[in-house]
């Protein structure tokens, strides 16, 4: 089997559609992020990656040789010295997996060591805190516990040059979102970068006196020392790791920002092969996972096959409608396995990641 052709669709729900094609009619497919009516400039740079760099790496290629494919796009290998970034290898990477579990009629879990569960609880994320009132951000906690979610988290989208600017209203929202939700329920809060390392201090035994779970990304993510006095200073997990790539960085995560929780994002950190390996070797540091997935959709289900293989992987897994277009389309697309059910995903057993596109919804949705 050979790689003949890598195609990518734009489409209207805010994504691209990645095809690798094979000379045994196989495809394998994936996400890639801003497939928008405009075409963002992270799908520009895709498509020139795709055409000066993955082509010329993949084509002709047995798509079986997923290592060797990784190393080529991400490390440069022999003469081909791409060294592409961690989130574009990601995306290529994510449909090699797809397609080899249609050559070998496994599902994506089974290929990577087997699944430790595909009953996966999720937990209802919802963003933009910087621009609403609680009572705003209540309501969109209310519409996830009426879905039947059990777990949330609040993100306040602050990012990194933005610090500081309102902790206080941020508290408040937390404090709201907190006493609606029942005793025990989980709750997590994204800072999104937006503290200094005081701030996040004061706000995070703030947050534990209410009852927090997880305190994500307090202060902006290559602070790696400041991000060590945080969680040396705090009894709530701290998590980071959604926007770095590639399992050395996730290292220096732990051993230089101690920092409790790893979530790796599935594009991010560099496709399933990376973050399974990321999976590893928390296991070893014995740091627990919680992957960055803030979607509906192909690379949602890539990111659930890998969680599922991780013997430790009890939290929830993250789920959010918001940056996935109309979700009626997307289970449209894609079938409505890609859709949870009261707060928790099923993984099948049907080849790859399970997704059952559909062709004339392709052709409705592309950006023309």
């Known amino acids: 089997m050979q790689i003949t052709d890598i195609t990518c669709t734009p489409l209207t729900i805010g994504k691209s559609l990645l095809r690798i094609v094979t000379n045994a009619r196989l495809e394998g497919w994936a996400e890639v992020p801003g497939g928008n009516y405009n075409l963002s400039s992270k799908t520009a740079v895709f498509e020139a990656y795709l055409e000066t760099d993955i082509k010329r790496a993949l084509l002709g290629e047995d798509p079986l040789l997923i290592d060797r494919h990784w190393e080529t796009l991400a490390l440069g290998r022999g003469e081909r010295m791409y060294k592409l970034p961690g989130w574009v290898v990601g995306v290529v990477d994510v449909a090699l997996w797809d397609l080899m579990g249609k050559e070998t009629g496994l599902p994506v879990h089974t290929l990577m060591g087997g699944a430790r569960r595909t009953?996966?609880?999720?937990y209802w994320s919802t963003g933009s805190g910087w621009r609403m009132q609680p009572e705003e951000m209540l309501e969109l906690v209310r519409e996830g516990k009426e879905q039947g979610y059990?777990?949330?988290?609040?993100?306040?989208d602050w990012r990194g040059w933005r610090q500081d600017i309102d902790p206080e209203k941020d508290f408040q929202i937390f404090k709201l979102v907190r006493e609606y939700l029942d005793?025990?329920?989980?709750?997590?809060?994204?800072?999104?970068?937006?503290?200094?390392v005081s701030t996040a201090i004061q706000q995070g035994r703030r947050f534990?006196?209410?009852?927090?779970?997880?305190?994500?990304?307090?202060?902006?993510?290559?602070?790696?020392?400041?991000?060590?006095?945080?969680?040396?200073?705090?009894?709530?997990?701290?998590?980071?790791?959604?926007?770095?790539?590639?399992?050395?960085?996730?290292?220096h995560l732990v051993l230089l920002g101690d920092v409790d929780i790893l979530q790796p994002d599935i594009l991010n950190a560099g496709g399933p092969s990376e973050?399974?390996?990321?999976?590893?070797?928390?296991?070893?540091?014995?740091?627990?996972?919680?992957?960055?997935?803030?979607?509906?959709?192909?690379?949602?289900?890539?990111?659930?096959?890998?969680?599922?293989?991780?013997?430790?992987?009890?939290?929830?897994?993250?789920?959010s409608e918001e940056f996935s277009g109309p979700i009626d389309d997307v289970a449209e697309?894609?079938?409505?396995?890609?859709?949870?059910?009261?707060?928790?995903?099923?993984?099948?057993?049907?080849?790859?990641?399970?997704?059952?596109?559909?062709?004339?919804?392709?052709?409705?949705?592309?950006?023309r």
Not at 119 to 122: C, F, H, S, T
Not at 183 to 196: H, I, P, R, T, V
Not at 292 to 313: E, F, K, R
Not at 347 to 352: C, H, M
């Open 119 to 122: 009953d996966i609880p999720l």
């Open 150 to 156: 059990e777990s949330f988290k609040i993100r306040m």
């Open 183 to 196: 005793e025990g329920q989980y709750l997590g809060f994204d800072a999104n970068n937006g503290y200094s």
């Open 208 to 251: 534990e006196e209410l009852g927090i779970d997880h305190f994500e990304e307090p202060i902006p993510h290559y602070d790696l020392p400041g991000l060590k006095q945080i969680s040396d200073a705090l009894d709530v997990a701290v998590s980071a790791g959604e926007q770095d790539a590639f399992r050395w960085w996730f290292e």
């Open 275 to 319: 973050v399974k390996r990321i999976f590893e070797m928390a296991t070893v540091l014995n740091k627990p996972v919680m992957p960055h997935s803030p979607q509906a959709g192909i690379n949602s289900m890539a990111s659930l096959h890998v969680y599922a293989t991780v013997q430790n992987a009890t939290r929830p897994h993250e789920y």
């Open 333 to 367: 697309l894609y079938g409505e396995s890609v859709i949870p059910s009261n707060g928790r995903i099923q993984l099948s057993d049907r080849p790859g990641y399970g997704i059952e596109l559909n062709e004339s919804e392709v052709e409705r949705l592309t950006v």
